[in-house]
């Protein structure tokens, strides 16, 4: 009905919080007012399944704060959310359950610490070395933390102490 509907624009406004630019083209937003906009729009059906994607990566902090807060208030209601991102503060915070793909391939699927340890020690891995590394992360059982040591090419490398506060921006590996 039309009262719904103008009740729900009003919900997704305010979350957006782009001010006047709500009237105007999408074409003219900037990618945060975009993402801002997107996020609203998602989050305002009662979805079964949401999936995020990268989408929190934008805006300012208070913005990915109120996000995080509506996400937690969608999971606890019972809805699935499946996280796609390279965050590893917003896997810890924001999931249950995480699994890494490298190259298309699941590798492995555990609580997320693990499955940070592993994109850790893959990400961080010689060139050389990736190949066995994919194999100890294949074997593992998703239980057994990995070493963070750093690698011969990165001896600069230093494993953040608490990557709960440390998100970080990682590469895409080739497909």
């Not at 503060?89 to 940070?116: Q, T």
């Not at 059982?141 to 990165?154: C, I, K, M, R, Y």
Request: glycine residues 6%; charged residues 25%.
């Amino acid at each position: 009905s039309l009262p719904e509907i103008e009740q729900r624009f009003e919900e997704i406004e305010a979350f957006a919080n782009i001010g006047e630019f709500i009237d105007n083209p999408v074409k003219t937003y900037s990618s945060g007012m975009y993402a801002r906009l997107a996020f609203a729009l998602a989050v305002s059906v009662e979805p079964d399944i949401l999936i995020v994607d990268e989408i929190l990566s934008v805006g300012d902090e208070r913005f990915q704060r109120k996000c995080f807060a509506k996400i937690n208030e969608i999971k606890q209601s019972g809805v699935t959310i499946l996280l796609v991102t390279h965050s590893a503060g917003m896997v810890l915070e924001l999931c249950d359950r995480a699994m890494l793909i490298d190259r298309g391939e699941r590798l492995v699927v555990s609580r997320p610490k693990s499955v940070i340890a592993s994109y850790h020690k893959l990400l961080y891995s010689a060139p050389e070395r990736a190949e066995q590394v994919r194999e100890e992360i294949r074997g593992s059982d998703g239980h057994a933390e990995l070493s963070l040591q750093a690698e011969p090419n990165n001896v600069g490398y230093t494993p953040p102490k608490s990557t709960d506060t440390a998100i970080e921006e990682f590469y895409e590996p080739d497909l």
